[in-house]
């Protein structure tokens, strides 16, 4: 099977992830999308929250606005979007089953002995967990060489970046189909396949890493929440998008590149890293760090409404898009 012949795709889940997945599949005209999920409103909720999600095309002066439900209508109606009450019959005629349920172990082990029972035995099987590995959740099917993690960017019918992490026992030919499917012409999503597994994958691991911090730094009295935020969005946030880490430092090195920097700023560098903050997100005894984020953040932000949402939404396409826009200066394939 080829990842151009036509799709169909179960989802399992329907929360923020799934139903922007919902999205991202949806916007291939070759896929149709089975949905399952046990809330008991499930119809009444999807016909309320997807159209959020799926394309309103350049909206960015109407984000206010209420998405209509006429579109789930349509796409019901023409087959494209299937709504089921059982997951057997969800999973009975899919080419992908792709989960997107709690991040809890027990609950996906047993969830993938079922879905193998009721999926064709050609079925791919993705799991869009955020950090537990397939080989973990692999443990109660029979074909382990099927399952495999497409880790993606919340929201993914918008961030580019799907983390495709294989078990040991996942076949050369899933994870390749898994990336082709996401690197077809056209599509704006950027897979990368993480040569192992590792908890917490590569992306939330950079960005717990530098949430701890900017904890550290807020519980410390070194800034505010609000203040931390604005360093970020006047410095790391716009270069890093442009370059991401390690291109960024090749360029702060000037001519010697990150071999001339890492010289010149190491001794810094080794300083700041032997003194970065740890904080305890579990335990009780330094929880007056979290009530400190906690407070100051909402004093900052307090609870978005569904338009600041979508108007932040816009806002992030048009950061992907401008990573799309050629200078004229493109760095070298290697």
Known sequence: MSVTDPQRITLIGLGTIGMSM????????????????????FDQYLFNTLPHFLDQGPSSAN??????????ASLIASGRLNVHTSLETA?????????????NLEFKQTLWAQVESFAPPSAHLWTSTSGIAASAQQQRIYDKSRLLVVHPFN?????PLLEIVPSPDTSPERLEFAREYFSVPGSKHRPVVLQKEIPGF??????????????????????SAKDLDTIMKASLGPRWAGNGVFESYQQGGGEGGIQAFLNKLGGTMQAVWDNLGKV????????????KVVSQVNEAYGTLTPGQVREKEERLKDFVAIQTKKYGHDVPEA
């Open 91 to 103: 999973c009975t005629s899919a080419t992908i089953v792709q989960e997107q349920g709690p991040e």
């Open 22 to 41: 919902a999205a991202l599949h949806l916007s291939r005209e070759n896929v149709t999308v089975d949905v399952f999920d046990t809330r008991p409103d």
């Open 63 to 72: 984000f206010k606005s209420q998405p209509s439900t006429s579109a789930v």
């Open 280 to 291: 305890n997100v579990l335990g009780n005894e330094e929880t007056s760090w979290k009530e």
């Open 155 to 159: 929201p993914p019918h918008i961030m």
């Open 202 to 223: 590569v992306g939330n691991r950079l960005a717990f890493a530098l949430l701890r911090e900017a904890c550290y730094l807020v519980q410390e009295n070194v800034v």
